[in-house]
């Protein structure tokens, strides 16, 4: 649809196409709301212009997470991946991460489809250059053309394109990806309305022809040989649904970081001209040499862009250093002598608005409304912006339609809550990526876990249909069932068991539950299911006998950590009845007897919904929140007796 055909009020008007943009558009009209995605280029629909892949530590629990939500990341992963491999495979289950390599062009197409075929949603191609305030609310998008959306909510998913700025050595120019032209305007607007905005920088490696490389100078790196799937509803479909490939390892050399250091005036990161904050925990080549100069050498994938292009992706290679210097630096690691660079890397700046300035469900705290999502909240990666779009997109919606319902999502719920949570409440000077070690409740928060956790929180609010809901949580019970039999079940010594455990290689000396049993490091649930499922009575027996690997793995994963996963609760719960005390909208910090100024700045300027929230505020001491605890007793008391 163009510009000039959009005729109507919408409910919803998403603004930007990328991985954030896709899924607040989807989830805003999976609950009904009539929606526009206003994206400059429709062609460039969920475009992957990093690295090509979905996944990894943390970031792949939020891809679970998204998928138990009714998102579509994780299925469009799981149909375009060419590679999947589960990190941390050899660790306990809080920390494994599921990855894969996609195939570029397919998953950019495969979500442009699902777009394309959803009820209740157009696409226009069309700049966002202004946004429409009556009486301090949202009420509508303004285009390049002039044209006015009407529309009950917006959600701003720019990604790099705020006045984005690509710097390749001296060289730069207006844009938000590769030959892709900036938003100019839209910053404009959004600091016209009074947003405190920040400058960030990300950046993206050089791109070489796979005829050039010689792979015999590198290590390969294979996939997992049973791949396993982002998501449930992938079990309804051929997995995996495409070729597999195998990914290449290579490494930096002294002479290599050399020719860097001799660059490093010719870089913008250290001359000056950019002035983004980057990314820590992805940084530059020239960072990595810089900050790591004991190091003799730094590792870097060879990743394939798909399964019928020449690209391949040098991942950790990021760089912003002109061409030529690109191409000695690149020729100079083994197994790319002879390398050609097809598109040079380069680096890129971009706006971002200051996060504490929304409320946790990513709407503007001053200007009802109007949500925001994705790396214009200072995050780095396609998972963490898909999942703040499905957040911003769901409570956009409801606010579209009048509702009073939020849709919120706790740090002891999903990585998904504990991101958006750092954002508003902390905010960030530098590009934010999930980590594991950011969630204090990782041990609940498992991959596996996910659909437990979240499809009933995501069928109550219409994100998710009652019969896929009901399918997904019936496997769950299905589980608790198993488990629950497994917890009942008494072995006691006798020749007869003893002489079934002993072929197994299991010693049995005192009673024992068959959880006990599974608990045991030496044991293997999967050696032993057949032999339990004759002890257990026949429905939980027919049960166990049908659980897939995952799933059987998750049972003897849960029974095995079953204390620790109770302890972890019991502190949740004692935490959370403090930590979740509301504190009203407008709340007066300033007079409140004790507190002092510096608390009340920083109280005043981030607006914490809570007290959980307050209390991890920077510079804000627990003397602070326990002054605003008493005074909302005291007004409880004093409100109840009057």
């Not at 890129?348 to 608005?353: L, M, N």
């Not at 069928?459 to 019970?477: K, Q």
């Not at 959370?576 to 100024?597: H, T």
């Amino acid at each position: 649809m163009r510009a000039s055909e959009m005729t109507g009020d919408f409910d919803v008007v998403v603004i930007g196409g990328g991985h954030a943009g896709c899924e607040a558009a989807l989830a805003a009209s999976r609950l009904g709301r009539a929606t526009l995605l206003l994206t400059s280029d429709p062609g460039t629909i969920a475009r992957m212009s990093c690295n090509p892949a979905i996944g990894g530590l943390a970031k792949g629990q939020a891809v679970r997470e998204i998928d138990a939500l009714g998102g579509w990341m994780g299925l469009v992963a799981d149909r375009t991946g060419i590679q999947f491999k589960v990190l941390n495979a050899s660790r306990g289950p809080a920390v494994r991460g599921l990855r894969c390599q996609s195939d570029k062009a397919l998953y950019s197409s495969e979500m442009a489809r699902i777009v394309g075929a959803a009820d209740h949603l157009r696409v226009a191609g069309a700049n966002a250059v202004g946004l429409v305030v009556e009486r301090g609310r949202l009420v509508g998008v303004r285009t390049g053309d002039g044209s006015v959306i009407s529309c009950g909510a917006a959600v701003v998913a720019g990604g790099t394109f705020l006045r984005g700025l690509i710097h390749v050595g001296d060289r730069r120019r207006e844009a938000g990806r590769w030959e892709e032209p900036a938003a100019q305007a839209l910053s404009t607007a959004l600091v016209e309305l009074g947003f405190r905005l920040a400058r960030m920088k990300t950046g993206t490696p050089p791109r070489v022809a796979s005829a050039s490389v010689d792979r015999a100078a590198m290590a390969r790196a294979c996939g997992d040989p049973t791949p396993t799937p982002f998501s449930f509803r992938s079990r309804g479909e051929r997995f995996p649904a495409l070729r597999q490939v195998d990914c290449w390892v290579t490494y930096t050399t002294r002479g290599v970081h050399e020719l860097i250091r001799e660059a490093l005036p010719l870089s913008p990161l250290y001359s000056g001209r950019i002035v983004g904050r980057g990314p820590r925990y992805c940084p530059s080549i020239e960072d990595k040499v810089v900050r790591f100069a004991d190091r003799e050498r730094h590792q870097i994938f060879v990743e394939p862009e798909g399964l019928s292009t020449d690209w391949l992706y040098l991942n950790g290679l990021s760089m912003s250093l002109p061409e030529e210097k690109q191409r000695e630096i690149v020729r100079g690691i083994p197994g790319l002598e002879r390398a050609v660079i097809l598109r040079p890397a380069y680096a890129v700046e971009y706006d971002v608005i200051r996060a504490e300035q929304l409320r946790v469900t990513l709407e503007s705290r001053d200007v009802p409304g109007l949500f925001f999502a994705g790396q214009v909240n200072g995050t780095s990666g396609y998972e963490e912006a898909a999942g703040q779009g499905l957040v911003a997109g769901t409570n956009a919606a409801l606010v579209a339609a009048g509702r009073e319902q939020e849709f919120v999502l706790g740090r002891e719920e999903a990585y998904l809550g504990v991101m958006i949570d750092d954002l508003v409440t902390l905010g960030t000077d530098e590009p934010y990526r999930l980590l594991s070690s950011r969630a204090e409740h990782r041990l609940l928060l498992g991959a596996d876990s996910a659909y437990a956790r979240l499809t009933p929180r995501a069928a109550a609010v219409g994100l998710i249909p009652p019969r896929e809901a009901d399918r997904l949580l019936e496997r769950e019970a299905r589980l608790e069932r198993v488990k629950e039999s497994f917890r009942g079940t008494r072995l006691t010594p006798g020749k007869r068991t003893q002489e079934a455990l002993e072929a197994l290689g299991i010693p049995l000396v005192e009673q024992i539950s068959l959880a006990g049993l599974v608990r045991r490091p030496e044991v293997v649930v999967e050696e032993i299911r057949e032999w339990a499922a004759g002890l257990l009575s026949p429905p939980e027996a027919g049960e166990l006998l049908l659980l897939d690997p995952g799933t059987l793995a998750r049972l003897r994963d849960e029974l095995r950590y079953e204390g620790v996963l109770r302890r972890e609760r019991e502190i949740i719960d004692r935490v959370s009845r403090a930590e979740s005390k509301r504190i009203p909208d407008g709340f007066a910090y300033r007079g409140l007897p004790g507190l002092s100024l510096e608390a009340v700045e920083k109280l005043e300027r981030h607006r914490p919904r809570t007290l959980g929230q307050a209390s991890r505020i920077p510079g804000v001491p627990a003397s602070a929140v326990t002054l605003v605890l008493a005074h909302l007793v005291s007004r409880g008391k004093r409100t109840a007796g009057g």
